[in-house]
């Protein structure tokens, strides 16, 4: 790799690796160590192609999640079997993973715009900036820069837009696989909300057992598939269709909103 040689959006990659080698090495203990991350399915990730896959998966934090994601899936292409030990598989990280975020969140500190540079696509938001709800039109540019880390690698992208469970899939993912065509391949993840602050930068609580789910890739036909197909299928692998809610005591239902309200006034 060329000293200066840099991806798509302009990040310099060698700089981009030295980030994600600190910044993994800095959080692996929120993962195993304080916590515990229990992981299935990373085999599959071996048999994915190199680029224009699409991973979905409902969002617990606004950053703890896909540095989760960063550890299991450089773990995985290292050759080990659902397991994080051993952070020497951040050596050699693959540098063509993006995901997809809020800009105003990636720019609010110093950190968010570190973890920026590691591999954000930040996208505007047309429905909540500030704080409030907005009715925007989607900026063509985000999707087409979306289309541009696909083209060059895997993208990772939270298709509810929030880390409060149970919120509509956002339209937007649906219209993005139609046009790009990319393996879409579901995640689904636990323990998170309990480990961590909102922010997921702060723990919150050890000796939680957190959980990552990687599921077998979808199988879309593009052409002929509605969106609300599509946003119901992925409603259903990440398990976060509605109908999850009737096999869910009415306690832990009723826990989950008390936890929802506090995190309100505490952030």
């Known amino acids: ?26 959080t692996h203990r929120r993962y195993r160590g304080f916590n515990e991350l229990k992981i299935e399915g990373s085999d599959i990730l071996r048999s994915l192609p190199d680029k224009n896959v ?18 299991v899936f450089n773990a995985s292409l290292s050759g080990r079997g659902d397991s994080i030990k051993n952070v020497g598989y951040l050596w050699n990280p693959k540098l063509n ?23 954000s696509v930040s996208i505007e938001r047309t429905w909540r900036a500030n704080g409030e709800d907005v009715n925007r039109q989607v900026k063509m540019s985000d999707i087409s820069n979306i289309g541009i880390a696909l083209d060059d690698g895997w993208v990772i992208t939270f298709p509810q837009g ?20 990319p393996i879409v391949v579901p995640i689904v993840i636990d323990g998170f909300r309990r480990s961590f602050d909102r922010k997921g930068l702060r723990i919150k609580k050890k000796g939680i057992l957190q959980s990552m789910e990687i599921k077998e890739p979808l199988q879309i036909d593009y052409e002929n598939e509605s969106v609300k197909d599509i946003i119901e299928k992925i409603e ?26 506090k995190r309100k006034w505490e952030y």
Request: hydrophobic residues 45%; proline residues 5%; charged residues 20%.
């Open 162 to 181: 929030t880390t409060r469970p149970w919120k509509p899939i956002r339209k937007g993912t649906a219209h993005i696989i139609k046009r790009y065509k």
């Open 54 to 71: 699409l991973f979905v998966s409902n969002h617990q934090t606004y950053f703890a999640d896909v540095v989760a994601m960063f550890h």
């Open 236 to 261: 259903y692998a990440i398990e976060q269709h509605p109908s999850f809610l009737k096999v869910i005591p009415q306690e832990e239902l009723e826990a989950m909103e008390e936890l929802n309200e």
């Open 1 to 26: 790799m060329g000293l200066f040689k840099r991806n798509p959006f302009g990040h310099i990659l060698f700089l981009k690796k030295w980030l994600i080698r600190i910044a993994g090495t800095l």
């Open 97 to 119: 993973i993006y995901y997809v975020a809020a800009k105003e969140t990636m720019k609010s500190g110093l950190l968010p715009k570190i973890l920026a540079y590691a591999g």
